[in-house]
């Protein structure tokens, strides 16, 4: 949910080397010797030697398990080709120098655990085959850094069952390759539940045959939907489908008003609520079952069904057909809290047929409020401190996930993760308003949540960018292996290193136009407190994704670029046009001069150097001080001449 949901929501050549650079360094943690990945591992131990990823580099199957593994094998092939830049080739039989091999068996490991033994060839050995896809996710990340890996051993699974991402596209419609490139980067990190909220106050978002009225313009097609899930499944990623209700029901209720049904909850007063449904006509419940009916074949791979159940009535006085109907259909002390009980369990039932397990927010729910409890078998989403607290649901008999509202929202227009509080100080077992549980095992894990409370607010480049860092502090701490890192400024360079899965839009390419962030030093470009004033002077502070740091490069066609922020629109400048050493970087109204144009050229060992068309200087900051002054300066090889972009 969001946060209080609607309660609380206030150089041409250098462009054609590829963004993945396979550098000789091996991939490995300086203060640890660990292999740098996110998440990190869960053991390492050291060997002796290296292996060395080369031309001749293949992906090699145990034919006993190649009717499992030969599909996974084939999409490792893929990303190590778009990784390469060559064809990675893959066959059954015995690893040779410098192969991949893949195989099944596990030792007793965890479902999604995976061994993996580093020498002259790599081995990854996975309980399941999602254990051995999420090793040779660990391997890819490791390729990106460099083709060489250090030797040794190492075995790995999470500590939650659930680690992903919610997006609201029933606000703010976002299209089928933005949700496919979400899942890729996901799979990426060993993230494996993505939640799709569907329905809410400005869309229905799927295309309907029983309900056609109810479709909004922007919509997912059922063959949309099954390209999503054959995504979702060949990277190991579960997708969970939501229609919220009763509340949130805006779109829906829109639409069957256009057709002259009126299924809006009203008060005894007449007013009326767009977002409620009046669960007292038995109208309601047939357009629901008709929904929900349609479409949970369509997701069948799915185990789960989300019914929302958030932010509906708070005032049950001010309804009394909802006393009337909860009487009648639940007996004579039943309350009108009870019709919304009963819901859930009716559609509980309904979910049930599709062989599903249905999931809901925590809000609805407390104590003595009603005769009826919600069915056990539920799954509680824990976003909101209200109603019964995480252990009074498990004492319940419920299953719950932490989606608690701090750290986990990212609303558009409003409050962003605190990723720094998240790496430091919060864990999944830690719930909103400091609600802790006894029972860790009854905790699924945690999911980042887009909230698209103002639709208009970020593009969906800008979302991208804005979650990046999110998402890997979250993967580390629902995986829940030791950290690399003890600080989260610390733990930007590894983020930084992993970087983005091979598939996503440009990698390889070398062209970087889009939505970036520049880090060096674990400090981020920033236009200071998002100001729209020009002439103001850019600096570096801690980074946390939101639009002040984030930057959108536009190719010129010299091959530099031109870098305008998401907040002020303004573009990054050399004061003055000046050619000294020493001038002030700042933003500006975009001119088209060469003082506002950058090139950007890889370095060896990772990164990039940001030099001024004009004056021919770089990019500098000052210190890793938060603050620190943006200037150019002459080339010094210098660590805060050197940015990684994100």
Not at 542 to 550: D, K, R, S, T
Not at 567 to 573: M, V, W
Request: hydrophobic share 35%; charged share 15%.
């Amino acid at each position: 949910m969001r946060p209080l949901r609607t309660l609380a929501a206030a150089a041409l050549a250098a462009s054609l080397v590829p963004v993945y650079l396979l550098a000789a360094a091996p991939a490995t943690h300086a203060a640890t010797g660990t292999p740098t990945t996110v998440p990190s591992l869960r053991s390492w131990t050291a060997g002796t030697g290296s292996f060395s990823f080369t031309s001749a580099s293949r992906v090699v199957v145990d034919p006993a398990y190649a009717a499992q593994l030969t599909a996974d094998a084939n999409t490792f092939a893929a990303d190590l080709s778009a990784l390469e830049g060559r064809t990675v080739a893959v066959v059954q039989g015995a690893a040779g120098v410098g192969d991949i091999a893949l195989t099944l068996g596990g030792n007793g490991l965890p479902a999604e655990g995976y061994a993996m033994t580093v020498g002259s060839s790599i081995s990854v050995q996975g309980a399941t085959t999602t254990g051995e896809f999420w090793g040779t996710r660990t391997v890819l990340q490791m390729l990106h850094q460099g083709s060489t890996i250090t030797a040794g051993t190492a075995t790995d699974s999470p500590t939650k069952a659930e680690r992903g991402l919610m997006i609201d596209t029933g606000r703010r419609f976002f299209d089928v390759p933005f949700v496919e490139n979400q899942i890729r980067d996901m799979a990426y990190l060993k993230m494996n539940y993505l939640h799709l909220h569907l329905s809410d106050t400005f869309g229905f978002r799927l295309e309907s045959s029983t309900h056609p009225e109810v479709t909004s313009t922007q919509h997912y097609s059922k063959q949309d939907i099954a390209d999503i899930i054959a995504v979702g499944n060949k990277y190991h990623v579960t997708i969970v489908p939501e229609i919220d209700m009763p509340g949130h029901m805006d779109a829906i209720l829109t639409g069957e008003l256009n057709i002259g049904h009126d299924y809006r909850l009203k008060d005894s007063s007449g007013g009326v609520s767009s977002a409620f449904i009046d669960l007292s006509i038995p109208g309601a419940r047939t357009l629901i079952s008709d929904l929900v009916n349609e479409y949970l074949p369509l997701f069948a791979s799915s185990r789960y069904w989300h019914i929302g159940a958030d932010e509906y009535v708070t005032n049950y006085s001010a309804y009394p057909q909802l006393l009337t109907y909860a009487r009648a259909n639940y007996g004579a002390s039943a309350t009108a809290k009870d019709t919304y009980y009963g819901f859930i369990n009716w559609a509980d039932s309904l979910v049930k047929t599709g062989a599903k397990t249905t999931r809901m927010w925590n809000d609805g729910i407390k104590a003595g409020d009603g005769t009826i409890s919600p069915n056990a078998d539920i799954v509680v989403e824990y976003w909101y401190n209200y109603g019964l607290t995480p252990q009074q649901l498990i004492n319940a008999g419920h299953t719950v996930a932490n989606e608690s509202w701090d750290p986990t929202y990212y609303v558009y227009g409003g409050s962003k993760p605190n990723t720094t509080w998240m790496y430091e100080t919060w864990n999944p077992d830690l719930f909103q308003g400091g609600n802790t549980i006894n029972s860790a095992s009854k905790n699924l894990g945690s999911l980042l949540h887009v909230w698209c409370d103002n639709p208009s607010a970020e593009t969906q480049d800008q979302t991208a960018a804005g979650i990046k860092y999110p998402m890997r502090d979250l993967a580390q701490m629902t995986w829940g292996t030791p950290k690399l890192a003890a600080t989260y400024a610390a733990f930007v360079p590894t983020m930084d290193a992993v970087g983005r899965n091979p598939l996503w839009p440009g990698s390889g390419t070398g062209n970087l136009n889009g939505v970036h962030t520049l880090t060096t030093g674990g400090k981020a470009l920033d236009d200071p407190g998002g100001s729209t004033t020009t002439g103001t002077q850019l600096i570096t502070w801690a980074l946390h994704g939101g639009a002040n740091q984030q930057w959108t490069f536009t190719q010129q066609s010299d091959g530099s670029y031109t870098l305008v922020n998401g907040t002020s629109g303004l573009c990054a400048d050399v004061n003055g046009g000046s050619t000294a050493a020493g001038a002030k970087i700042i933003q500006w109204t975009c001119s088209g001069t060469t003082n506002q144009e950058w090139t950007v050229t890889p370095l060896a060992g990772g990164g990039y150097t940001v030099k001024s068309v004009k004056s021919g200087l770089l990019l500098t900051t000052a210190s890793t001080a938060d603050g620190a002054l943006l200037t150019q300066q002459a080339d010094t090889n210098s660590a805060l001449q050197h940015w990684t972009i994100g």
